[in-house]
Antibody, heavy 118, light 107 residues
Framework: EVLLVESGGGLVQPGESLRLSCSAS????????MHWVRQAPGKGLKYISG????????HYTDSVQGRFTISRDNSKNTLYLQMSSLRVEDTAVYYC???????????WGQGSLVTVSS | EIVMTQSPDTLSVSPGERAILSCRTS??????LAWYQQKPGQAPRLLLY???TRATGVPARFSGSGFGTEFTLTISSLQSEDFALYHC?????????FGQGTKVEIK
């Protein structure tokens, strides 16, 4: 069974940093492109970042470029999202997802809530 | 960026009735469209991909159609567990984008 478990969310103040982790099991993690998708309260879903299976290629949406860093440790089957200079508008539930080779999101984690507030 | 527009925002339907949800894209995405179902407090769940292919375990009452810029998700006979939020997503262009969602509620 595919399992994705996010952790690391919480309440931080604007300008602070936070690192999310996503522990993966039940599939070949090192071969899988992984993405982070977030959902602000009462809003729709938004892709924010992706990384290839070997970690060699990363991608960010404009709103987080330069502030967030995606990475992975294939020896630990874990995906990370380092978030810096957090803003109130970064408040959201963050999901890690497996990107199918065709492009859709086949499996989702349960999500981790990040709240940025003073 | 490909803009996704879902309609309506909210759809009120009685159990047993049919629901038709629409998703329109700002440029052609061929059939590179997925639909997800999300229940309160839960992560989204993949329903359809390729505009019309059901994901593993998805009941046959869910069907999809469309190509290019106009897509439809049909739920043939709504069950109690189908009342939820539905999202469409394109995977033709970058960044991947989603619609704003359609909430299917009990009438």
């Amino acid at each position: 069974e595919v399992l994705l478990v996010e952790s690391g969310g919480g309440l931080v103040q604007p300008g602070e940093s936070l690192r999310l982790s996503c522990s993966a099991s039940g599939f070949t993690f090192s071969s899988s492109t992984m993405h982070w998708v977030r959902q602000a309260p009462g809003k729709g879903l938004k892709y924010i970042s992706g990384i290839t299976g070997d970690g060699g290629t990363t991608h960010y949406t404009d709103s987080v470029q330069g502030r967030f860093t995606i990475s992975r440790d294939n020896s630990k089957n874990t995906l990370y999202l380092q978030m810096s200079s957090l803003r109130v508008e970064d408040t959201a539930v963050y999901y890690c997802v497996i990107r199918h080779t065709i492009g859709y999101y086949e499996h989702w984690g349960q999500g981790s809530l990040v709240t940025v507030s003073s | 960026e490909i803009v996704m527009t879902q309609s309506p925002d909210t759809l009120s339907v009685s159990p047993g009735e049919r629901a038709i949800l629409s998703c329109r894209t700002s440029q052609t995405i061929y059939n590179n469209l997925a639909w997800y179902q999300q229940k309160p407090g839960q992560a989204p769940r993949l329903l359809l991909y390729g505009a019309s292919t059901r994901a593993t375990g998805v009941p046959a009452r869910f069907s999809g159609s469309g190509f290019g810029t106009e897509f439809t998700l049909t739920i043939s006979s709504l069950q109690s567990e189908d009342f939820a939020l539905y999202h469409c997503q394109q995977y033709e262009g970058w960044p991947r984008t989603f619609g704003q969602g359609t909430k299917v509620e009990i009438k």
